[in-house]
Nanobody
């Protein structure tokens, strides 16, 4: 059974920073891509950032230059460093990992106050 556990969310003032972590545990051979999605109330879920097994990254235009996704394959963990946070970044952030299938964490809330 594969589980994803996120951590690092919280309340921060605009302009501040947070670092999210997502650890994958369970029985598996390999993690392919990993990513972070977010969903704000009343809005559609959007892909924030993704990273391939080889380290290639992709970002939503709204976070380019402010967010950085990385991964530590030895720890089966992905990170999302979020700098210069804005109130519009407020959302539930969920981690996803592609193994044989796609797996999701339960999410961590990020709230940015103005």
């Amino acid at each position: 059974q594969v589980q994803l556990v996120e951590s690092g969310g919280g309340l921060v003032q605009a302009g501040g920073s947070l670092r999210l972590s997502c650890r994958v545990s369970g029985n598996f051979l390999r993690i392919n891509s990993m990513g972070w999605y977010r969903q704000a109330p009343g809005k559609q879920r959007e892909l924030v950032a993704s990273i391939s097994s080889g380290g290639m990254t992709n970002y939503a235009d709204s976070v380019k230059g402010r967010f950085t996704i990385s991964r530590d394959n030895a720890k089966n963990t992905a990170y999302l460093q979020m700098n210069s946070l804005k109130p519009e970044d407020t959302a539930m952030y969920c981690c996803t990992a592609r193994l044989i299938g796609d797996y999701w964490g339960q999410g961590t809330q990020v709230t940015v106050s103005s």
